[in-house]
């Protein structure tokens, strides 16, 4: 092989390299680029997450403010029981001591 084959061979080589080179440049770009409409899904994908996020700390909000209102009204409640069930108890002590009242009257 002479001079100017070895030459024309190396360019050859050389041509082919860059020629896959590009090739496989393109292929990568090809396959990682994102379209725009990608991105506008990415775009809205997450706006819907921001309020779903705000519809979350919404409902915790109103879940805590009813959880407060509840147990705020179950206090209440049980202090009523409580109040009621005292004066019942002292109302059955009342009537035990006017039947042992009545019974004695009765009896003398």
């Known amino acids: 092989m002479n001079r100017i084959e070895f030459i024309v061979a190396t360019a050859i080589i050389l041509f082919v390299a ?13 396959f990682t ?8 899904q990415l775009e809205r994908m997450s706006q819907e997450l921001h309020e779903a996020e705000e519809t979350r700390d919404q409902a915790i909000t109103y879940l805590q403010q009813r959880e407060a ?19 019942l108890r002292e109302a059955r002590h009342e ?12 009896a003398s």
Do not use: I
């Open 18 to 30: 860059f020629c896959l080179g590009w090739f496989a440049n393109w292929l990568v770009h090809r």
């Open 33 to 40: 680029r994102v379209s725009q409409a990608d991105v506008n």
């Open 69 to 87: 209102e509840l147990t705020n009204q179950l206090a209440q409640t049980e202090a009523e029981l409580s109040a009621a069930m005292e004066g």
């Open 95 to 106: 009537a035990e001591e006017m039947r042992a009242y009545v019974e004695r009257m009765n």
